[in-house]
């Protein structure tokens, strides 16, 4: 129903990508159920480890025969500042106390291995792999292009595009500050980089070759018309996603997101120490009186895991991350199909009705 | 050659308004300019005295007999804080200091009356009369339809845009985050209102029965077919218009425009007390550090009015207000008619493309 140079590109029938997003809520089912309506389906490996992304992409394998995609990060690694962790982790006490547990003795892992990551991708020929918060090696795109996989970088401004089309990728996300979940910035400051997918995506159609697929606050055919006409090729979404019947968020999770405005979520780092867009929670604001420095992420990421477990655990929505984009009230809870099928239909009603105002 | 509910309820023929962008910006021939062209050019009339507003009108009105609008605040009245704004003053005065200015002794009004303003609107019966910063009484909202005046709100939530709905405004402006300039929120805090354009439109449409201006991030024919997608019937644009040729901005906030990227803006209470985006400056930076509470509009625009000018005359940008949106890399610097025809044709040109994805 459409061509664009993406659904070219991946071999799909509709510009709709369904965002990798991480931490559970990309079942193998939810991928599926997306690649077999006609989108693209992604696995949010970010805090997979080897083997069950394996098994997430053998699982998918099972479920369809159409092309899906793998979302890995990559991450810098640091060494933590010991210093700084622990008073940070003398504040997270205080938390952890309320919800009644305790700190964990070690953490062995502050992130998985993305070289690792990356290897069960190549081994298992996906056909999409995307990445966020930088730029891999030259050496692990030359591997990719090697096996064919197809290529998506994420960026935040126009210096961004620049940088990940000269390394080579096949297609570039633009992420608009709308976005929920983590911002892909890499070249700047996040809180900078905090640009309207309505002004970014032009801009970066204007300096780039390849193909720009828009996310941030695109939550339907609507959405996707209007991406399309800024010069998008494809539109990635998440939070239309987090919602639906096949996703493994938690269902207070996805109750937050179905009763949220679209003025009630915030960019915090306090839940990962990475910029993020989410529904405000207590957790938010209590971090905001903050004193220190909070730990870049994946330090972070690793001291506050045991509290948004409890909070998940305790259904306790105000200590677990709601990741949401700004476009909350437009979700809907519906199959992952209903949302790629609706989206295209309602696309193709938007074009009827542009063209209604068109009397030449 | 494009008709929407927007266009109709007006009468113009191209659904784009020129914001109405206070501070010199929209200058008779601009305005008049973008209303001969087929737009809806609009006087930004929030700090120009009644006798000027009155003058400013009827050269307008002398340039042009099509419609055009007045654009005022309605700004809540309160007696500045004595201490508050000496402390500001102190700190201010080095800025002064550094630019061979002394403080004024004494400000006679810290900002004009809005209703010897609305005054000369419905004296002068100006065809469109748009607002922000709040809501005008019952009163003055009657008399203006009694005058067959078209009143046009401005909202930055879907609750402010029912609140408008409800007073009896013709049509809203939904100003998404991407917008250059003062924010329009008068329903909460302006720094949670900060929605981007993509998202808010088509929650606003979803809520209201009046015509929607998309506004925030609009720069060219993409922009404009990529919100009357999202639902809206018309755009309004400011930050394309302020490097205009006829428009009256100073040289060096033109320039500053014309070279700017889409992450070097930044939304500050600096310069006006109010939230408003510009191009990131010196001033804002010194600001940040303020260990005060920046007194509330309109008292510390009043209080910063001799340190802007003088930077004006000085031809030192840092201490200008450089108010401008996201989408600053599309500017270029044309004759207003250019901007509203090259834009009216580019959007069919989009249209024809937007044709090219549809293989039924």
Redesign the interface.
């Known amino acids: ?4 140079s993406f659904t070219q590109l991946v071999d799909i029938q509709y ?1 709709i990508v369904q965002a990798g997003m991480a931490g559970g809520i990309t079942t193998p089912k939810l991928v599926a159920s997306v690649s077999n309506a006609g989108g693209l389906g992604t696995i949010g490996a970010g805090y997979l480890t080897p083997d069950s992304l394996r098994t997430t992409i053998r699982a998918v394998k099972e479920l369809t025969n159409r092309p899906f995609g793998v979302n890995l990060f990559v991450v810098q690694e640091t060494l933590p500042n010991e210093e700084e962790m622990e008073r940070m982790n003398r504040h997270l006490d205080l938390i952890r106390e309320m919800l009644g547990i305790e700190r964990r003795q070690r953490i062995y892992r502050y992130s998985e291995s993305f070289e690792d990551q990356i290897q069960v991708v190549l081994d298992e020929h996906v056909p999409v792999f995307s990445f966020t918060f930088g730029i891999p090696s030259q050496e692990v795109l030359k591997h990719l292009k090697h096996h064919r996989i197809v290529v998506l970088g994420t960026a935040t ?3 961004e595009a620049l940088q990940l089309e000269a390394s080579g990728v096949d297609a570039i996300v633009v992420q ?3 976005a929920g979940g983590h911002r892909g910035t890499f070249g ?1 400051s996040a809180m ?9 995506v ?2 970066v159609v ?1 300096h780039v070759c390849v193909p720009v697929i828009a996310s ?5 055919g ?2 996707l ?7 998008a090729s494809a539109v990635q979404m998440g939070t239309a996603f987090v919602v639906c019947v096949e996703s493994g968020a938690h269902e207070l999770y996805k109750e937050a997101v179905l009763r949220s ?4 979520t ?1 960019i915090t780092f306090a839940y990962s120490g990475k910029a993020a867009r989410g529904i405000r929670t207590k957790f938010m604001q209590d971090m905001n009186g903050y004193p220190g420095k909070i730990p870049p992420y994946p330090v972070q990421n690793a001291l506050t895991q045991d509290i948004r477990q409890a909070a998940a655990k305790q259904r306790n929505p105000e200590y677990m991350s709601l990741w949401a ?3 909350v ?2 979700t809907t809870n519906r199959t992952a199909q209903a949302i790629v099928q609706e989206c295209a239909q309602e696309a ?1 009603a ?2 009827e009705n ?7």
Do not use: K, Y
């Open positions: 129903m459409f061509t664009t510009p401004t126009v210096d608009g500050s709308e700047t900078d980089a905090l640009v309207g997918t309505m002004a970014l032009p801009q204007d941030g606050g695109i939550m339907d609507r959405g018309i209007a991406s399309l006409a800024l010069g405005h679209e003025d009630e915030q984009g700004q476009g009230r437009l193709m938007v074009l542009l063209d209604g105002h068109r009397n030449l």
